[in-house]
């Protein structure tokens, strides 16, 4: 079915994608404020190698267990009363954490933490897909993806901020009560607490937005969905909507898992699963979460390597916003390509980076950081915005939270994996031989696109399903 254009109320549609955002920016933020807390927490708590990568990971954890049931949930309770579960996740954990006393109190804020990324990773694009006009689509699910990038570039700059605020008052004398310990003596806290400020935000603005009009249709309330889509696209437009989705559903077999695995869906749901755990093994989380790391192996500072890593955050934003303007121009397929071609070469050069100044520094330390910014701007204007825009799209109604979850199991999987493995990679390896890694990595991920991902740009969710379901 095609949409009459210029007929929608699209100031609606991108209020209610920039709310379901939020939990991207949520997930970003938790996922990269613990880089500007792992040295003082170790300290703090005594922690050695393991404990302090349990602290680290643990957060992980809590995302896979949290995407694991996320679209079961979404599918019972409805895309919006998941939402704002992540909601309250969120919150418990940024002052959970903020006040703990002790590393499993930590742990278990931040599992719970982790929990709400893993829902929100999950159901945030999900909602924004189903509410979106088709030929904006990619834009407006990029806004998830968008958002991700502040939340990064808001905890860079928390813990920049936090720590040159503690450095500046201790100067002044020592500083006591509630302020002394939580902002300045003990920085970490102000850090991981200054999350719950957006997550109660987040919360409170969920109330005012309606419930997905597709999962309204599957739960046989056509009227509550009519009111939505009215509002979006005008009663004409509505009722062609809500028709057509109730035929294609009318036309399914009912057992959820059933229909995962039919011939086209199948193809469907192993596009989702492999692009979701190859884009962790090429690279951009392990630049993201060890960034600091990276930089302070070319001899700079601890405060001259966060610096770094918050213009990383900048450049991530900022090719989000370039992929979100290009995504329904270009198409999903030519940006992978655009993209991977050039994190290929950025990831040859860096590894020879390291390799020329393994023995002494002939390179300066800002040659690395260009590289590496040219790495995460292929990387953002490509896979990291394709692969949510992708996930969100591709599967039939019925089961969408279900294959969804399937997916963004092996993305975090993945993240997981690659957060664990990359200090002993770095070890065993060398930094060079890991970022080559990286590279050879993607180029699995441009075979499958090329060979089995079809363009979507511009079809609307049920032209989609009936593309599959005709493979």
Not at 126 to 142: D, H, K, N, P, W
Not at 170 to 175: E, N, P, S, V
Not at 423 to 437: D, E, K, N, Q, R
């Amino acid at each position: 079915m095609t949409i009459q254009k210029g007929k929608e109320n699209l100031l609606y549609v991108i209020f209610l994608a920039a709310v379901a955002a939020l939990g991207g920016f949520l997930f970003g933020y938790d996922t990269a404020v613990i880089s500007g807390t792992i040295g003082s927490v170790a300290a703090q708590f005594g922690l050695n190698d393991v404990s302090t990568g349990w602290y680290v990971g643990c957060a992980l954890v809590g995302s896979i267990l949290g995407v694991a049931v996320a679209g079961k949930l979404s599918d019972h309770f409805g895309r919006k009363g998941v939402l704002l579960f992540s909601a309250v996740l969120f919150t418990s954990s940024g002052i959970g954490c903020m006040f703990s006393e002790s590393v499993s109190g930590l742990v278990l804020y931040r599992i719970l933490g982790g929990v709400g990324i893993g829902v929100a990773s999950v159901i945030s694009p999900l909602y924004i897909s189903e509410i979106s006009v088709s030929r904006y689509r990619g834009t407006l699910v990029s806004l998830y993806q968008l958002a991700i990038t502040v939340g990064f570039v808001g905890a860079y700059l928390v813990n920049y901020a936090i720590s040159e605020y503690a450095i500046h008052m201790k100067a002044l004398g020592t500083i006591g009560g509630f302020w002394g310990k939580y902002i300045v003596n003990e920085t970490w806290r102000g850090m991981l607490g200054a999350e719950a400020l957006p997550a109660l935000l987040f919360f409170i603005i969920l109330f005012f937005i309606p419930e997905s009009p597709r999962w309204l249709v599957l739960k046989t309330k056509e009227t509550a969905a009519l009111k939505t889509l009215k509002r979006i696209y005008g009663t004409a437009m509505a009722n062609e909507q809500v028709a057509d989705l109730k035929n294609l559903v009318q036309s399914e077999e009912k057992s959820d898992w059933k229909i995962l695995f039919q011939p086209g869906f199948r193809i469907a749901l192993f596009i989702g699963v492999s692009l979701a755990i190859l884009g962790q093994f090429m690279g951009v989380n392990a630049v993201l979460y060890y960034g600091p790391s990276i930089f302070q192996q070319t001899g700079l500072s601890e405060g001259d390597s966060l610096f770094y890593q918050v213009l990383v955050g900048l450049v991530n934003f900022g090719s989000t916003i370039i992929a979100m303007i290009v995504i329904d121009k270009i198409g999903r397929k030519k940006l992978v390509y655009y993209g991977v071609s050039g994190m290929i070469v950025s990831l040859i050069l860096i590894g020879f980076y390291f390799t020329l100044n393994k023995v002494s520094n002939v390179v300066p330390p800002v040659t690395l950081l260009i590289l590496i910014l040219v790495y995460i701007f292929s990387c953002a204007i490509s896979i990291c915005v394709v692969i949510w825009v992708l996930l969100s799209e591709m599967y039939p109604a019925r089961v969408r939270g279900l294959a969804m979850s399937a997916a963004g199991f092996s993305l975090w999987i993945g993240t997981f994996l690659i957060g664990q493995l990359t200090p002993w990679l770095m070890t065993t390896l060398s930094p060079a031989g890991v970022f080559w890694l990286f590279g050879l990595m993607c180029l699995p991920y441009m075979y499958i696109t090329w060979k089995f991902v079809p363009e979507t740009t511009g079809k609307s969710l049920e032209d989609i399903e009936r593309m599959w379901q005709k493979k």
